[in-house]
């Protein structure tokens, strides 16, 4: 009569053995604690189902509930439900001990629920940055698990073109896709995290490292770029993910954020769609980047950038066609800072923005000063045309300093193209109307699409200077020529850079090409020197 009034109870009822497996359990335990029937739940080890169906802020709670000999109570929160239930757990007797199971009153759920929902982002269902504080703040690891804890940092590429293309609302739809991909590559006792827009992490508290991480993190790799299908149209991105584990280049808990996303960075800057282990030598990298940071900020205010300027010449009678402005950064710790080691870090800070408006204007203004009408061609990063007053801020230098539209060119790579093919279109139509001319600066080093001369304004190709440089043959050669012969036919003007030799000079005006910069002609030279280049060639001319 005793057990069938347990059988038929409202308040769940088991036992469990010295192993944590239960021996017996009614229906009402089975409904509370999430297993299907009876026959299931009897012989299954309690604390590994119940990480499987409970939040728990540290795992370890669980494993510590068998281990104390005394009576326990522990309130727990479903995954899929908001009712908690609260467990008790008796004194062992005779190797068995007696697990009781209640659901908590609504008036005691309130709080908890709240809280519980404030861990949680609510578009997705992972968890978000305070269930992850919660987390690393509470651990505290068996002995088994020393080791254990490992951060996997997750950046999502090419999420921006899928918002500005396909709106938000496909936007949040693929966010919700990712999440449940991360869900699939993770392990049941990891914790899943949303961090904010389009990043992610993994969070390892039980396992062998590095092994486990790595493991996972080529999983989500693999998984991510997988194609997603988003309101019937095929959607490709990627991942770029950045690993750290505890003890193995990683000394505390509190710096495993920090190194995670140091590798997240490396991982990117290696080009995206990998991922990287930290080590100890990305620390000290980021140290030196952080110091680069620290001075690029500092160098516009205390006036050490300067514009120094390439001649262009036109190879069929060496009459100068103008300059090439190009930046320089004198810095009173570092010397001459090459361009290529501050200007992407400058695209990544932002600063970009003003040293380019800077650059803009100082190359306009010292044009002014030139005997001549020569053009000045001026360098425009990508990041500056996702500024939308980018042609406000053109138009304003050339009004500023009284340079004539027709003497500035903008030179840019296919890179902004490919960036934001839409946007880019608007904002070079928007500089062709205000008479400034535009020239595809590398051709022939990126996709080199026929369509990008086609659909946009070009005035001028720059042929890269490895074709120029680089070991001659009959193919290289031929590739020149088969560029001179598309810039004549479309109308626009071929330039080669890093012409050296007298014999590279001779080749390209006997293809056909205009106009040479390079060695051969001269450095550049700095701005004080261009006027007596300018009497120079016209001494020669005459």
């Known amino acids: 009569m005793f057990e069938n009034t347990l059988k038929s109870s409202a308040m769940g009822f088991a036992t469990i053995d010295e192993q944590g ?34 939040i728990c802020t540290n795992p370890s709670d669980f494993s510590q509930l068998l281990q104390k000999i005394e ?43 709240a809280k519980t929902l404030s861990h949680y982002d609510p578009m997705t269902g992972l968890g978000n940055r305070l269930l992850l504080e919660e987390v690393i703040a509470n651990w505290q690891p068996n002995p ?66 590095p092994v486990g991480a790595v493991t996972v993190a080529k999983r989500i790799v693999n998984l991510i770029a997988r194609p ?20 193995h280049g990683t000394d505390t808990v509190s710096d ?25 030598a990305l620390a000290l990298r980021a140290m030196g980047r952080r110091d680069l940071e620290i001075d690029l900020r ?23 066609r103008g300059f090439e402005a190009l930046i320089r950064w004198q810095c009173p710790k570092r010397g001459l800072v090459s361009p290529l080691d501050f200007i992407s870090l400058a695209e990544v800070t932002g600063e970009i923005h003003a040293i380019g408006e800077w650059t803009l204007r100082t190359a306009c203004a010292e044009a002014m000063t030139w005997d001549g009408d020569f053009c000045v061609a001026v360098n425009v990063s990508p990041v500056q045309f996702e500024n939308d007053q980018f042609v406000h801020i053109l138009r304003n230098v050339l009004v500023s300093t009284g340079l004539p539209p027709q003497r500035l060119e903008i030179e840019i790579t296919e890179g902004l193209l490919m960036k934001d093919y839409s946007g880019a279109q608007k904002h070079l139509w928007d500089i062709q109307a205000l008479g400034v001319g535009i020239a595809m600066d590398d051709f022939g080093t990126g996709y080199s699409s026929l369509s990008y001369l086609h659909n946009f304004p070009f005035s001028k190709i720059k042929i890269d200077q490895s074709f120029i440089r680089g070991n001659k043959s009959d193919k290289s050669l031929a590739l020149v020529n088969a560029i001179i012969n598309l810039g004549d036919c479309l109308g626009m003007t071929t330039v080669a850079e890093g012409v050296e030799t007298q014999e590279q000079y001779q080749e390209l005006a006997d293809g056909g090409c205009m106009v040479a910069q390079g060695y051969l002609i001269s450095k550049p030279i700095t701005a004080q020197t261009v006027p007596t280049f300018i009497n120079l060639i016209k001494t020669k001319e005459r």
Do not use: W
Request: aromatic share 6%; proline share 4%; charged share 20%.
């Open 21 to 54: 497996c239960i021996v017996f359990a009614n229906s009402a335990l089975c409904s509370m604690l999430g297993f299907l029937n009876t026959e299931a739940a009897v012989g299954c080890q309690l604390i590994p189902h119940l990480l499987t169906q409970f």
């Open 71 to 113: 009576p326990a109570i522990m309130e727990l929160q479903p995954i899929a439900s908001a009712d908690p239930v609260r467990l008790h757990i008796g004194s062992a007797e005779s190797g068995l001990r007696l697990l009781v199971v209640d659901r908590m009153p609504k008036i005691m759920t309130i709080s908890a629920h």
């Open 144 to 209: 088994p698990d020393v080791l254990s804890m490992a951060v996997i940092m997750i950046d999502l590429d090419r999420f921006k073109p899928v918002n500005d293309t396909l709106g938000h609302a496909a936007g949040d739809s693929l966010l919700k896709l990712v999440a449940k991909r991360l869900l699939s590559a993770a392990r049941k006792q990891d914790y899943v995290i949303r961090m904010g827009g389009d990043e992610f992490l993994i969070l390892h508290t039980i396992g062998s490292q």
């Open 228 to 247: 997603f299908l988003i309101d019937g149209q095929q959607v490709n991105i990627g991942a770029s993910v950045g690993v750290a584990a505890l003890n």
């Open 256 to 280: 495993l954020l920090k190194h995670a996303d140091l590798a997240l960075y490396e991982a990117k800057a290696a080009g995206r769609g990998n991922f990287k282990f930290f080590e100890p």
């Open 298 to 320: 500092r160098a516009l205010g205390l006036k050490e950038f300067f514009l120094v300027y390439q001649p262009q010449v036109n190879i069929v009678d060496g009459s100068l």
